[in-house]
């Protein structure tokens, strides 16, 4: 299950240099990191071990942790200035995702880790993607001191990816 679920994980990174839409490759992020979720929620849901589970929980921890800070440092700063209250809102919105973030991540080292705890983690994050591409993803494009941060984000995802594939027999 873990194996599907990561290989099904494809990063923007090589669209990322040839394309300058910044907007779209926010998107494919966000589309990205919803398939890191699907694969844990399918890992957690399987009842599969729990060094499986921790590798799954890892990857999505990384990878989540990853993209609020590149929001943080390439795109808030340049949005409109007329939607300084939704960017604040969003920053808090990733303050709360990195704190359950860490509660969820000791819940998985105990192996406590609930069902009801990942539904409503996982519905929260949905809910902010959402939020977010409808609200300052709509002008990304015009950010276009953005996209090289960018590029280093999707590089250090691709590495982690291709070094969270299960190696060959």
């Given amino acids: ?86 960017v604040e809102a969003l920053r808090g919105e990733h303050d709360q995702i990195r704190r359950l973030l860490s509660q969820l991540g000791v819940a998985v080292e105990l192996s406590a880790l609930r069902k009801t705890s990942v539904a409503q983690f996982v519905s929260f994050l949905r809910a902010h993607a959402t939020r977010e591409e409808r609200s300052i993803y709509h002008d990304a494009s015009a950010i276009g001191g953005a996209q090289r941060g960018l590029d280093s984000m999707f590089q250090r995802r691709s590495t982690l990816l291709a070094k969270a594939r299960p190696k060959p027999p």
């Avoid at 194996?3 to 910044?22: I, K, M, Q, T, Y």
């Avoid at 919803?34 to 399918?42: C, P, Q, W, Y």
């Avoid at 993209?67 to 340049?78: C, G, Q, S």
């Fill in 1 to 86: 299950m873990l194996r599907r679920a990561r290989d099904g994980v494809e990063s923007p990174l090589g669209r990322a240099l040839s394309n300058p839409d910044l907007k779209r490759l926010l998107l494919e992020d966000h589309a990205a990191l919803e398939a890191v979720i699907a694969g844990l929620a399918e890992t957690f849901e399987s009842g599969i071990a729990a060094p499986d589970l921790g590798e799954a929980w890892t990857l999505l921890e990384w990878s989540l942790r990853d993209h609020l800070d590149a929001e943080e440092r390439l795109i808030f700063p340049f949005v409109d200035p007329a939607l300084a209250d939704e």
